[in-house]
């Protein structure tokens, strides 16, 4: 490939980020259409149209022959349902957290999960920070403790957000790298399709159930749901094999702050002066740990470059 090729790649992969985590950043006025579903029957319908429309794509392609190889590895197979599991934890807190007028808190929790990622580092893949990651993790503890006192009560939206993210992100790291995004979205919506199925059928034997009753419009909403889901993985997948880590990293601020934009000014939340306040003390630790991730980024471009120029100096690891 060719430097120009190169360019072209680095560009197309950057606008695929962009298309990714932007529609992620407009998932508000999606399930905030999505009313009066609740957020359970919109799990449902998520998990049931992300598994129809992945099933479709996949009967296009006829590329079924790596589902032997899941079957065959089970330590993969529950993997990839314990991330299922997780990122139903997720999508339900989301949901709710959007249709019941607190996206503003949706909003905090994916702000806090690069931090509670790189935290996760530490405790579970014993990895060593460096001092500005440190840095950058404190803060945030403060910003947790300051929103827990000063807000009057435990922020566990954002927290589960960030956590139930973080955790999933990393089983994805550990057992998911084999698949890719089409497939592995296919095993954890297939493995969560019974329990969707029985939240389904226990709504309609309570009468909760909106879809059909809505209208056409709202009915088409739900059945969008798939499609919806799906879209902005494959273009975050696109993305992650074009670019550096750290322009993802950069970029996936967007979808929070679109998130927090639509909150407080389309769809009218009252966000309080003791929540800007943590939301700005939030932004300090990201500011630190975006810092952090540039001069990495500029070290190991540099040592590589180094490494080209004269091998004696090559090294398996950045330069500290």
Same mark, same amino acid.
Request: hydrophobic share 55%; net charge positive; aromatic share 12%.
């Given at each position: ?25 407009? /998932?508000?006025?999606?399930?905030h ?21 992945? !099933? ?19 330590? %993969?197979?529950?993997?990839?349902? %314990? ?23 949706? !909003? ?6 690069? $931090?509670? =990622? ?12 460096r ?5 950058a993790? !404190? ?17 566990? $939206? ?19 790298? =084999? ?5 592995s ?11 969707a ?7 309609g ?23 919806? =889901? ?5 273009? /975050? ?30 769809l ?6 003791a ?46």
């Open positions: 490939m060719t430097p120009l090729d190169g360019d072209h790649e680095v560009r197309r992969g950057t606008a695929f980020g962009f298309a990714a985590y932007g529609i992620w950043g407009l /998932f508000p006025l999606y399930f259409a999505l009313k009066p579903s609740g957020a359970f029957e919109i799990l449902a319908h998520r998990i049931l149209w992300t598994l129809a429309f992945c !099933a479709l794509v996949l009967m296009v392609r006829r590329d079924w022959a790596w589902l032997r190889t899941v079957v065959a590895r089970p330590r %993969l197979l529950g993997g990839l349902t %314990l991330a299922a599991l997780l990122i139903a934890v997720n999508w339900v807190i989301y949901v709710l957290a959007v249709i019941t007028g607190r996206t503003y808190a949706a !909003a905090l929790g994916y702000f806090l999960n690069p $931090i509670v =990622t790189v935290g996760l580092g530490v405790v579970v893949l014993r990895e060593r920070l001092p500005l990651q440190w840095a993790v !404190a803060v945030a503890a403060v910003a947790a403790v300051y929103l827990t006192v000063a807000g009057g009560e435990f922020p566990w $939206i954002a927290l589960s957000l960030a956590f139930s993210f973080a955790f999933y992100g990393l089983v994805k790291k550990k057992v998911g790298a =084999t698949l890719d995004a089409m497939h979205l296919t095993v954890e919506t297939l493995v969560l399709a019974p329990v199925v029985g939240v389904l059928v226990w709504l034997s309570q009468g909760s159930l909106t879809f059909g009753g809505e209208g056409p419009w709202h009915t088409g909403l739900l059945v969008a749901a798939g499609v919806v =889901t799906a879209i902005p993985l494959l273009f /975050f997948a696109a993305a992650a094999r074009r670019v550096p880590l750290v322009t993802i990293g950069l970029i996936q601020f967007i979808t929070p702050m679109l998130q927090l934009v639509i909150g407080v000014v389309l009218r939340e009252n966000v309080s002066g929540l800007w306040v943590g939301f700005g003390i939030v932004w300090v630790a990201l500011v630190l740990l975006s810092i952090d991730s540039l001069r990495q980024a500029h070290r190991t471009r540099r040592a590589r470059r180094v490494a080209e120029r004269d091998p004696a100096f090559a090294t398996t690891e950045p330069c500290p």
